[in-house]
């Protein structure tokens, strides 16, 4: 087989990137190493930049989730079962749309197909050749390998892929942060606890209040990254949420029967550069934020954005911007990161001596920000998202 861009990982950053070119008149493949129904049942994100919106609506991609995502103009935090609002489109106009990643990616699949765009599932052993040259890929499928030739790899196939680790280590500059915990989360055929998402502050630890829609909600508990899930029954878990959240919340809030639970660690990952000759990476394949200021899914398509525009003006004999992807995309990645980590390290419990100096500090700099109109503006513009 032969495809100017072969497109490895059908996660969102890939069937995006690939329904992107194909609408340029580019022709991709996707491979990938799960099943479709794997991929889809994966509960990841919640939350939506105003940016990806855009993007998203751009791409002809906007029909459902305009139908029914959820426009939020405001979110709560809270510290000391105590909460108030930042509200962003008085701070800055602007607002994020609640709208699961699972829902993204079925819209993708659907768009994919539409337009008869090749997705090859439970591709295995999939390898890349020859980056500095001419590249091809090699995987193996059905008892046999198969190979595809091409202009350009993208790599779109996560943290765990085999993208990033095919640059060789002379090249490839990692820099890591691990955090000493992780987020136990839940997902419940329940009533949301509140209108909008709450980020709690608490000295048990933090806790997130979200949803997916009015009958589905999502929440997060900060918990130890090596806890078995199977140790927090349901009750446990409901108990300890209460226990976080304020208290006006709490008390009224609907519990029910768990649909989900995992726990997820907490990173802080940039991989640079994002290009080595033919070979580009996207998303989670090059970077990892912790989930605290819902940054993930959304720098995954603003490289998308970059990258797109960068191969279409390839194609077209402009070869600037794919000489400067890496540069553009790691620019607004590396302030995802530190608005990540600021947003992680603000709500969360850090073990070690300085625990009450750190809880002190947490606590003066949610007072302020309660009452700052110039620290909720540099939220609400870091959280609705930096401009493209
Ligand atoms: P993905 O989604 O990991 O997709 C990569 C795909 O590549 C496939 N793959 C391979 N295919 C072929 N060969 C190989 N060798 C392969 N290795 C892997 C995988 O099967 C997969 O299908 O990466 P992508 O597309 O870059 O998308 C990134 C996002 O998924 C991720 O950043 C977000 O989910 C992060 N995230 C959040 N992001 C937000 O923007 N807002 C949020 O509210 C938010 N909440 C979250 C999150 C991530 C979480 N977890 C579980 C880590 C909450 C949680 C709990
Ligand atoms: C989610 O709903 O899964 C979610 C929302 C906001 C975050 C992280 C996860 O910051």
């Not at 990137?17 to 049942?41: C, K, M, N, P, Y």
């Not at 202009?151 to 993208?163: E, Y």
């Not at 194609?315 to 608005?339: E, M, N, Q, T």
Request: aromatic share 10%; charged share 25%.
């Amino acid at each position: 087989m032969r495809s100017q861009i072969c497109i490895i990982g059908g996660g969102p950053s890939g069937l995006l990137l690939s329904h992107i070119l194909h609408q340029a008149g580019l022709d991709t493949i996707v491979l990938e190493r799960q099943s479709r129904d794997h991929v889809l049942s994966r509960i990841r994100a919640g939350v939506l930049e105003d940016g990806t919106v855009a993007l998203l609506r751009q791409a002809g991609l906007g029909a459902r989730m305009d139908r029914e995502g959820f426009a939020h103009s405001g979110t709560y935090l809270a510290a000391r079962n105590r909460g108030f609002r930042v509200d962003f489109i008085d701070l800055i106009g602007r607002e994020v749309l609640v709208y699961g990643q699972t829902e993204v990616t079925a819209d993708l699949y659907a768009a994919r197909d539409a337009a008869g765009g090749i997705v090859i599932h439970n591709a295995a052993d999939v390898a890349i050749h020859d980056a500095r040259g001419t590249p091809y890929i090699t995987y193996a499928k059905d008892g046999s390998t198969h190979r595809v030739d091409c202009d350009w790899v993208v790599g779109c196939d996560g943290f765990h892929g085999v993208s990033r680790r095919t640059i060789p280590p002379d090249v490839l500059r990692s820099v890591e942060k691990v955090y000493p915990f992780g987020w136990l989360g839940v997902l419940s055929r329940t009533a949301p606890a509140n209108h909008e998402l709450i980020y709690a502050n608490h000295e048990r630890g933090f806790a997130l209040a979200s949803m997916r829609n009015d009958r589905l909600s999502r929440y997060y508990i900060q918990a130890p990254v090596d806890d078995p899930v199977e140790r927090w029954s349901d009750d446990a878990f409901w108990d300890e949420l209460r226990r976080r959240l304020p208290a006006d919340v709490a008390e009224t809030m609907e519990t029910g029967p768990s649909i989900e639970k995992s726990i997820a660690p907490l990173r802080s990952f940039v991989a640079e550069p994002m290009r080595w000759n033919r070979l580009c990476l996207v998303g989670d394949a090059a970077h990892i934020v912790p989930p605290t200021g819902a940054k993930g899914l959304n720098l995954a398509v603003s490289d998308v954005h970059y990258l797109s525009q960068a191969l279409i003006a390839h194609y077209a004999g402009d070869d600037g911007p794919i000489d400067g992807y890496s540069d553009r995309a790691l620019a607004r990645v590396w302030k995802a990161v530190r608005f990540s980590w600021w947003f992680t390290s603000l709500m969360h419990r850090f073990p070690g001596d300085s625990a009450l100096f750190d809880q002190k500090m947490q606590e003066a700099e949610i007072d302020y920000l309660e009452h700052s109109r110039a620290a909720q503006t540099a939220l609400a513009e870091n959280y609705v998202g930096l401009p493209y």
